[in-house]
């Protein structure tokens, strides 16, 4: 069964968990500080990827709009020395294309093969993003970064519409993501009994039970039993809810 919350157990839910403590040991208000990413140009699309690995640093990814309207991946490093995020870069020829990129979600930093799955227009010639998948099977030479192979679109989920916002599963047993269909966007799983990361490919993909039109975009913790996504208020404005799981 799934039980929805409005965002006010958002708020709480963040408030408590990323509420500063001050030397005293009472609670501070949050600080909002704009990223050293952020340019003049749109960025959207975050994404912090954790990483495994001693040698190998965390890294955020994001979606950066350019001054002719069209949409790439970049990624920056956390920088330990400083403890700033290092200069951008694009995720590199093989996914980037002369159409719209965007929306990626990535398995860990430091593990190989590391999987890539994003939404694209691929070539000029198309109006819809689609999902494809790609992967780097080990490091590049002296640690540093291997190019993505050439993606491949995800058949079976891939439609006519738009097919957006990955995301998957920590098992890689599930990968759910949003499309839009004429009523709106709907939040989308499909699944696969056997394979991981780049082996294994997805069974045609299921609505979401129990969640309306307009729920989608979603976000899941490693356990899978607390998802947040947007969705639409009661007055019709966009908001943020939490959706959970029993487990039992």
């Not at 490093?77 to 990129?101: C, H, N, R």
């Not at 970064?145 to 098992?171: I, Q, S, V, Y």
């Not at 997805?202 to 947040?228: C, Q, R, S």
Request: net charge neutral.
């Amino acid at each position: 069964m799934i039980r929805l919350s409005s965002l006010m157990s958002i708020i709480l839910f963040f408030g408590t968990i990323f509420t500063p403590i001050n030397a005293k040991g009472a609670d501070a208000p949050l600080k909002l500080t704009p990223m050293s990413i952020n340019t003049e140009m749109d960025e959207d699309d975050p994404l912090l990827v954790p990483s495994l690995s001693t040698i190998y640093p965390p890294r955020f990814y994001f979606s950066r709009k350019d001054e002719k309207g069209k949409y790439s991946i970049y990624y920056s490093k956390f920088l330990k020395k400083t403890s700033k995020w290092g200069t951008p870069e694009t995720i590199g020829a093989y996914v980037d294309t002369e159409a719209d990129d965007r929306s990626c979600f990535l398995t860990e930093e430091g593990k190989f093969p590391q999987t890539i799955i994003y939404a694209t227009k691929k070539d000029k010639l198309n109006n819809n993003f689609d999902l494809f998948r790609s992967f780097r099977d080990q490091p590049g030479k002296d640690m540093e970064d291997r190019a993505f192979n050439p993606g491949k679109p995800l058949l079976a989920l891939d439609t006519e519409a738009d097919e957006m916002h990955p995301w998957l599963t920590k098992d890689q047993s599930t990968l759910y993501f949003s499309r839009k269909t004429k009523e709106g966007w709907q939040q989308m799983v499909a699944k696969r009994v056997k394979g991981s990361g780049t082996e294994g490919n997805f069974d045609v993909p299921e609505p979401l039970k129990d969640l309306p039109i307009g729920f989608h975009h979603a976000t899941i913790t490693p356990l899978g039993n607390l998802m947040f996504l947007e969705g639409i208020s009661a007055d019709g404005r966009s908001e943020i809810f939490s959706c959970t799981k029993n487990l039992s």
